[in-house]
C-alpha cells in the first residue's frame, strides 16, 4: 500500500511523511493553495479577462466574442512559517491588486495574513502565514553576521522575513531618525550599532541620553563626550561637536586632500563621529512660558536645536552623523528641519499614520504590509519598517535583541579605543605624530 501511494505521489509524499505536525500542516495549506489557486484568483478578483479567437477546428463564423480569465502564474513554496507563493503579474494585475486581495486572500486560505511584496519586476511574493517569522527574536549574539567588527559605511540591521540580512547605507549620511513607541526597541537598536562599532578605531561616538536613567552608563566609557538629560550640558557638548565640524570643514583639504571625507572612509586619524541623542525630543522642547527659569531652557533648547540641524545638514562630508532616537517624531517634537534632512528613517510600532508618515514619509502609506501601525504587538518590539539598501520600497526588518551585559562588555573592551577627534585634527594638521 505504501508502495502504491509513494509511486502516486512520489517526493511529496515522502516530505510529508518526513515532516513533523507543523510541517505537515503546512505542507497541506501549500497543495491546496495550489490546487485550488484557478479559483480562488476568480473569486477574489486577481483575473484578467483576455479576448480570445475561436479555435481552429470551428469553421462557423463566431457572433459570440470568447473571452478567457487568465489567473497570474503561481509556484508553491513551504516554508517553515507557512506558505511562500511567488506570482507573475499579469495585465494590470500588479502589487497594488494583491495588495488590495490581501485580506481576501488570507480569508480564503484560512491564514493569519497575507503580506505581499514586489521582489523584482513583474514577481510578487506572497507569504501566507501561519506564524510570523518576525514574531521570533534573534539576539545579537545569535547572528554571527552581526558579530563582526562593524563597517562604518553600512549598518547591518537585522534579518527580514526570510532570514536574509538587511542592511542600510550609512556611508555618506549625516542624519538617521530612530521613532516610535516607548518600549519597542529604539534604544536597543541603536546599542546593536554600537557594538558593531565599539571596536574600530575609526569610529568616536558622542552620547547623549534624554532619558536620563542608567541606559548609557556603561556604554560612556567608549564615548569622547556623552550627557544625560542636563540641557545644559547637553548644549555645551553639541557646541563641541558643532566646533569639531567647523574645524574639519577648514582642514579636510589640507589634511585629507579631498573635499568628501567619505571619499577616503573614515580612518583612525578622522574618525567617523557618531553622535547619539536617544529620547531627543527632551532637548527640542520649549515651555514658551514667561518666567526666567523656563526662558533660559527655552533658549538653550533653541540653541541644541540650531546645533543639531547645522551638523545634519552640514556634517555629511566631514564624517559627522546624527542619530537621533525620539517617541515622537512629529513636528512639534523634533523640528522638521532636523527630521527631514535626515538621510535614514527607521520606525518601530507608531500607533497613528500621521506619526509613521512623520518619520518615514508619505510613501508609507502606499505599503500597508510594512506599515508601522501594524507593529502594535508585543510580538514585534524588536522589529521596524525601513528603506533597506538595494531594496525597493519599505522593509520590516527583525533587529537583534542586544543584551545589556553584552554591551558593557563591549564598550569595556574598547574603551582604550576613545580618543579626542579635536586632537587628533589638531595633531595631523600641524604635522605632529599622535
Ligand atoms: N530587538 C529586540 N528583540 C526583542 N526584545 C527587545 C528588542 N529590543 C528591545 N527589546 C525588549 O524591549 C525592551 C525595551 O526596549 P528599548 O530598546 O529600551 O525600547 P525603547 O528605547 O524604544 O523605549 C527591552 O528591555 C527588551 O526587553
Ligand atoms: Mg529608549
Not at 102 to 109: P, R
Not at 185 to 209: E, H, W, Y
Not at 295 to 301: G, H, N, P
Not at 303 to 322: C, D
Request: hydrophobic share 40%.
Amino acid at each position: 500500500m505504501a508502495v502504491v501511494v509513494l509511486a502516486k505521489f512520489g517526493i511529496p509524499a515522502i516530505r510529508y511523511v518526513r515532516a513533523d505536525r507543523d510541517g505537515r500542516r503546512v505542507l497541506r495549506k501549500a497543495w491546496k493553495i495550489k490546487a485550488t489557486w484557478r479559483r480562488t484568483a476568480r473569486r477574489v478578483g486577481l483575473t484578467q479577462s483576455e479576448r480570445v479567437g475561436p479555435p481552429w477546428w470551428k469553421t462557423t463564423a463566431q457572433t459570440q466574442p470568447v473571452y478567457r480569465q487568465l489567473a497570474p502564474v503561481i509556484r508553491v513554496r513551504a516554508e517553515p512559517w507557512g506558505v511562500r507563493v511567488d506570482a507573475s503579474t499579469v495585465g494590470k494585475l500588479g502589487l497594488a491588486e494583491f495588495q488590495n486581495a490581501a485580506d481576501y486572500l488570507a480569508a480564503a486560505w484560512r491564514v493569519r495574513q497575507v503580506r505581499v511584496e514586489q521582489v523584482l519586476p513583474g514577481l510578487l511574493r506572497l507569504r501566507a502565514l501561519l506564524r510570523d517569522p518576525l514574531t521570533e527574536p534573534t539576539r545579537w549574539t545569535d547572528c554571527p553576521t552581526l558579530d563582526t567588527q562593524g563597517d562604518p559605511l553600512q549598518w547591518r540591521a537585522g534579518i527580514d522575513a526570510d532570514g536574509q540580512p538587511v542592511t542600510i547605507r550609512t556611508s555618506e549620511v549625516s542624519g538617521v531618525v530612530v521613532a516610535g513607541l516607548a518600549g519597542y526597541g529604539k534604544t536597543s537598536f541603536l546599542n546593536a550599532r554600537f557594538c558593531q562599532l565599539a571596536p574600530s578605531p575609526a569610529v568616536q561616538f558622542v552620547l547623549i541620553d534624554g532619558k536620563g536613567g542608567p541606559d548609557y552608563d556603561e556604554l560612556f566609557r567608549r564615548a569622547w563626550l556623552c550627557a544625560k538629560d542636563d540641557s545644559q550640558r547637553v548644549r555645551d557638548v553639541l557646541r563641541d561637536v558643532h566646533a569639531l565640524m567647523i574645524a574639519r570643514q577648514q582642514n579636510i583639504r589640507a589634511v585629507l586632500g579631498v573635499k568628501n571625507a567619505w571619499h577616503v572612509g573614515p580612518s583612525e586619524s578622522w574618525p567617523l563621529v557618531i553622535v547619539v541623542i536617544d529620547e531627543a525630543h527632551t532637548f527640542f522642547h520649549e515651555t514658551k512660558r514667561n518666567d526666567t527659569e523656563s526662558k533660559q531652557l527655552d533658549a538653550l533648547a533653541r540653541e541644541s536645536a540650531r546645533l543639531v540641524e547645522e551638523l545634519v545638514r552640514k556634517g555629511r562630508n566631514v564624517a559627522i552623523q546624527v542619530v537621533l532616537a525620539t517617541q515622537k517624531a512629529t513636528g512639534d517634537a523634533v523640528p522638521t528641519k532636523i527630521r527631514d534632512n535626515c538621510q535614514v528613517a527607521v520606525s518601530f510600532a507608531q500607533r497613528t499614520s500621521e506619526a509613521a508618515t512623520a518619520v518615514l514619509g508619505a510613501d508609507i502609506s502606499g505599503s500597508p504590509d510594512a506599515h508601522p501601525r501594524r507593529l502594535q504587538d508585543s510580538a514585534y518590539i524588536g522589529v521596524a519598517s525601513m528603506v533597506a539598501a538595494g531594496r525597493p520600497g519599505f522593509t520590516l526588518v527583525r533587529t537583534p535583541y542586544v543584551p545589556d551585559e553584552t554591551a558593557d562588555a563591549i564598550a569595556d573592551r574598547t574603551a582604550h579605543l576613545v580618543r579626542d577627534p579635536m586632537r587628533l585634527l589638531l595633531d595631523e594638521s600641524t604635522g605632529a605624530t599622535p
